[in-house]
């Protein structure tokens, strides 16, 4: 049986948040409290601070701290930049601790907010092929028309799809998938063959 982790032995741990002082004094007390090595990152931008602390520290976890009211997009490059881990600034007392512990373990660990964008539900095939149709302007009747199935059974799709996409409209769900900083992409698509190839 191992001996219990020390805070000697505790990995060490890099915190990237922004140019709020007292924010930073806590977020290490409570870190140093629960025996971590810490190292403080700060920028007016998490995402900077992020870079700097990935540069100054390779190989050493990050936590990243955004203030509230960042949005998906903001936190997807949070990601990309090099965090292991988010926790949203209203939400240290509670969650930087256990998120710290999770990242030290090899973990990911990010807010609700981005689990969706990380793992989201898969669309069937048929909502597929129907969104890609809706992207290109297609009415429901046209893309009824087009995969020769009832205009009921193209609205029972976009409906399930809808939900996946936590979208509530056919602009809604088009502009998620086109959107180049939020948005899925076209590779989310199956895409039907042209209009003018369709009999």
Known sequence: MSAPQTAHDAPPIAVAIGADRRLQDHAERLLTDAGFVVEVVSREDVVDAIAAA??????????????????????????????????????????????????????LAVPPALTRLLAPRALSHREKEILALVVSGCTNRQIADRLFVAESTVKTHLSSAFAKLETRSRAEAAALILDPEEGYGLGVLALAPPAEQAA
Do not use: E, K, N, W
């Not at 701290?65 to 903001?74: K, L, S």
């Not at 949203?88 to 973990?107: C, K, M, S, W």
């Open 54 to 107: 990935a540069a100054a520290f390779p190989g050493m976890p990050i936590v990243a701290v955004p203030p509230a009211g960042t949005t998906r997009a903001q936190l997807r490059r949070a990601l990309h930049a090099g965090a292991s881990g988010i926790v949203i600034d209203d939400r240290v007392p509670g969650a930087l601790v256990p998120t710290a512990r999770a990242i030290a373990a090899g973990q």
